[in-house]
């Protein structure tokens, strides 16, 4: 135990790296993911077209992908992400986004057309009908699926660590190295570390699913 | 011989909804076939009619929550857009009533009569609230405007859903099949209202099985079948002395007891 303790700065600034990279990286893909889910119930053939492609493209290839394509083949083409931080937001809110749409699209198939329908029928442009009366019912019935994705991002953000990111699990890795004997124990703390943020998300699932719900 | 006086816009009259050659297909299913009607300003026309014989469907194209396969329905003159923002403006000036109600159900009553008011026809919260409220209390659901739609009763519900229409100050009323969803001691109540807002004078299309209110409200029975208008007539003609002999079978089977 006398390692976790001597090594906490190690441990903290790891994990702040992390919860930092799963907040803005969620925040992101939340918002992204919605709009992708918005394209793709649109009436609009190109917009539907384009972000089927995006989420087919993002969700079946691995994130290490992802990585690997920011960093070593994009600046082929000339676009240089800036290194470390920056990158892995990049790569993993691009690739939460297509799990967060699909939640959402799963939750906008599951409003009653007719709520669309009388929407429509007061006058509400398809773009009221979906921000005003449809997106707030399906985002309230997604909310389990949406904090399953985002726990689910803050485990995979510990892909950065082999991209230049020194979040939880390379902070961990060292320590467990500099400490060969105790490495069982070194990366035990990084996964309490995670349940650090992943039980209070799936706390808070709870508390917002109450909070929200809303009868039929 | 004397020139006829040109009647005020408040006078039943001039043509306000025309379906000129209406056809549409669901898949094979020809589901209006060459319909023609005509609903004048101030008009009740209640069309009635066996399950699948297309009433819904009509009253649906009125306000292009189904579009047509050909001929061409007008709105005051204005044939419907095809789709986009002069639709959203077209489908204010057209109340509509759902059999399953349809309110918003994350919002208050009170917010689901608001919402057009604020959103459409961009009227200041305070405005639209006692706006509103005042109609609420018209339909007699004012001390419910705080709660949610399924805190209500069936009937409730739906005189809230001819609230949120009312509130937009359409230019017609499209009812279908308003009351197939209630209890039975709940219809009377959303009858009433329909009942005193015809007797108002606005113009409406009422689809429906509800024969006592065809008789009591309408100007105008419209019977379909098959997709087809098959007969129109005056209620009073309509329920004793149908022309068709689909009309009279129809009758027969839903008036005998």
């Avoid at chain 2, 009740?44 to 009253?59: A, D, E, N, Q, R």
């Avoid at chain 2, 209500?152 to 949120?164: D, M, T």
């Avoid at chain 2, 105008?220 to 009279?248: K, L, N, Y």
Wanted: aromatic share 6%; with cysteine.
């Amino acid at each position: 135990m006398d390692l976790l303790a001597d090594n906490l700065p190690a441990y903290l600034s790891g994990f702040l790296f992390t919860l930092r990279l799963t907040v803005i990286s969620g925040a992101i893909a939340l918002v992204v993911g919605t709009v992708l889910a918005a394209m793709r119930v649109s009436p609009v053939a190109t917009l539907r077209g384009l972000a089927v492609t995006y989420v087919e493209l993002l969700r079946n290839t691995p994130l290490t992908l992802v990585f690997f394509f920011l960093v070593f083949v994009a600046p082929q083409f000339g676009v240089r992400t800036p290194l470390g931080f920056w990158t892995a937001v990049i790569a993993l809110s691009a690739y939460t986004s297509a799990f967060v749409c699909e939640a959402v699209r799963s939750g906008i198939n599951g409003v009653p057309v007719g709520q669309a329908e009388a929407a429509r029928a007061v006058g509400l442009t398809f773009g009221q009908t979906l921000s005003l009366v449809v997106l707030p019912q399906a985002v309230r019935s997604v909310i389990p699926p949406l904090i399953n994705v985002l726990i689910a991002l803050a485990k995979n953000t510990s892909v950065a660590a082999g991209f230049a990111s020194v979040e939880l699990l390379a902070s961990g890795r060292r320590i467990a190295l500099a400490n060969p004997s105790d490495a069982m124990l070194a990366l035990a703390g990084v996964a309490l570390f995670y349940l650090v943020i992943t039980i209070p998300a799936g706390l808070l699932a709870g508390v917002l699913e109450r909070k929200v719900a809303f009868a039929r | 011989m004397a020139q006829p006086v040109p009647a005020p816009a408040s006078q039943p009259g001039e043509p306000l909804v025309v379906l000129d050659h209406v056809d549409k297909h669901f898949g094979a299913l020809h589901v209006l076939q060459d319909v023609n009607l005509t609903v004048r300003r101030g008009e009740v026309v209640v069309v009635i009619g066996p399950s699948g014989s297309g009433k819904s469907t009509l009253c649906r194209t009125i306000n292009r929550l189904e579009t047509i396969d050909s001929g061409s329905i007008t709105l005051d003159g204005v044939p419907l857009p095809a789709e986009g923002k002069a639709l959203a403006r077209l489908r204010a000036d057209v109340g509509m009533v759902f059999q399953s109600f349809n309110l918003f159900a994350h919002r208050t009553v009170l917010d689901n009569v608001t919402l057009g008011l604020r959103k459409v026809r961009r009227i200041p919260g305070g405005q639209a609230k006692e706006r509103a409220m005042a109609l609420l209390e018209r339909v007699g659901v004012s001390s419910q405007a705080a709660k949610l739609p399924a805190q209500l009763s069936g009937g409730q519900q739906q005189r809230v859903a001819i609230a949120r229409a009312l509130a937009m100050e359409p230019k017609v009323m499209l009812f279908d099949e308003p009351t197939s969803a209630l209890d039975p001691e709940m219809i009377n109540e959303v009858l009433d209202v329909m009942t005193a807002l015809a007797g108002e004078g606005m113009t409406m299309v009422v689809v429906t099985h509800e024969m006592g209110f065809a008789r009591r409200a309408a100007d105008r029975v419209v019977f379909m079948d098959g997709g087809r208008i098959v007969e129109e007539a005056d209620p009073e003609t309509f329920f004793t002395a149908p022309r068709s002999e689909r009309a009279r079978d129809f009758l027969s089977k839903i008036l005998t007891h």
